[in-house]
């Protein structure tokens, strides 16, 4: 009897393959019920109800050696698929090889009618100010603190002023809440030694302490020969040369890596924010992903990017959903997290571009929608 594939199976297959394939004991279904209006009460302001999203799985997936089922949280159609088939062809050269940075996040206090002396100031303080925030939490630590003069570049004219940062290791926590905890503790004595004002105490989530890359090899002859590459190879030069396919360039690579947010809940506002930024670093907005050709003739790609994320607190530790796509992807740290997400933006960005050099996006989806369909 011929195997069946993942996307030919019933819904109770489905269930039954995942909990075989990742040793979940867990009742799945029941972890997978809509939320009930009570949970969703205490999580927003004003509840009338839940808005349900699918939530599925994308297969083939390997990650620095490892096979995994990533789930993946969105209301478009084919992205799941078209994510599940870039990381076949990848899985033939070894899948995805990604690397991340530790969980260092800034934290910002916005410090304004300060003299000159005032940055010398803070930094003697320094072991004082450390204290104050480190006495704020019992999980995230304060590592360093920096400052910067910055003169106001609206047209606002406010004038100068001085930004203290907290550096902060989240280590498994996204850490929002203990980042802005930090910050507020250690304004009143930040006013004090500058003689200033306080205005902002908050987070950044431009995360560049938390970068994440990830590098993968397609199989020229699963693309659809050397043609298709040459033909990637001009829409990716497009999408680094020109800012309005770059947008739509880097929001199929989003599609990837927003979906597996959600389904693991994380804030993939902040996610996407810190992308978009990191994608115009050079004061250019450009594709957050690069190809090229190997010397076989195959296609290389890779993308960098911040992403600050948690496997604990927050809507991790509450949203039975969220909770099961963590045991699914078996991750044990929020770095693994990251590196599973980056693979899913990269797998994802492959398929759209190798879908619109080839065949074009709509037929693609067509392609996908009929064998789905098909009795």
Known sequence: MVEK????????????????????????EVMLKPLAFDDANRMVENAIGVMSIPMGIATNFVINGRELLVPMAIEEPSVIAAASKAAKIAKINGGFTVEADGSLMI?????????????????????????????????????????????DASLNNMGDMLLVELVINTKDAMGANAINTMCEAIAPQVAEITGGEVVLKILSNYATRRMVKCRAVFDKGELGGSEIVERILYAYALAYSDVYRAVTHNKGVMNGIDAVALAAGQDFRAIEAGAHAYSARDGTYRSLTKWHRTREGDLAGEIELPLAVGIVGGITAMHPAAKLALQILGVKSAKDLAMVMAAAGLAQNLAAIRALSAEGIQEGHMKLHKRKFRK
Request: hydrophobic share 35%; aromatic share 4%.
């Open 5 to 28: 594939k993942f996307y030919e199976m019933s819904r109770g297959e489905r269930l039954n393959y995942v909990k075989k394939a990742t040793g979940i004991s867990d009742d799945i």
């Open 107 to 151: 934290g910002q206090v916005q410090t304004v009618g300060v003299d000159k002396t005032a940055s010398d100031k803070i930094l003697k303080s320094k072991k004082q100010l450390l204290a104050i925030a480190n006495a704020k939490s019992r999980s995230v630590v304060a590592t360093d603190l920096q400052v910067r003069q910055l003169r």
